[in-house]
């Protein structure tokens, strides 16, 4: 059984993706929203790690 702060954490997530009508691409967009907002205010440290171009293949690609 999950945790009362995993239950917390899984409230919000679902209240952020019903507040986007449960449209990935809008979740997405509020989350790089928010993470923009956290860099400009300087109180969190982000680290930069570039993508592998296989991570990006979709996973049924046959082509490697």
């Known amino acids: 059984?999950?945790?009362?702060e995993v239950g917390e954490v899984r409230r919000?997530?679902?209240e952020?993706?019903?507040?986007?009508g449960h449209d990935v691409r809008k979740v997405?967009?509020?989350y790089?929203?928010?993470?923009e907002e956290l860099k400009r205010s300087g109180?969190?440290?982000?680290?930069?790690r570039p993508v592998a171009p296989e991570?990006?293949?979709p996973a049924n690609d046959a082509s490697s």
């Open 43 to 48: 109180e969190f440290r982000f680290e930069h």
């Open 16 to 20: 952020i993706s019903e507040e986007c």
């Open 32 to 35: 790089r929203r928010i993470e």
């Open 28 to 30: 997405a967009a509020y």
């Open 55 to 57: 991570a990006l293949r």
């Open 12 to 14: 919000i997530r679902h």
């Open 1 to 4: 059984m999950p945790s009362d």
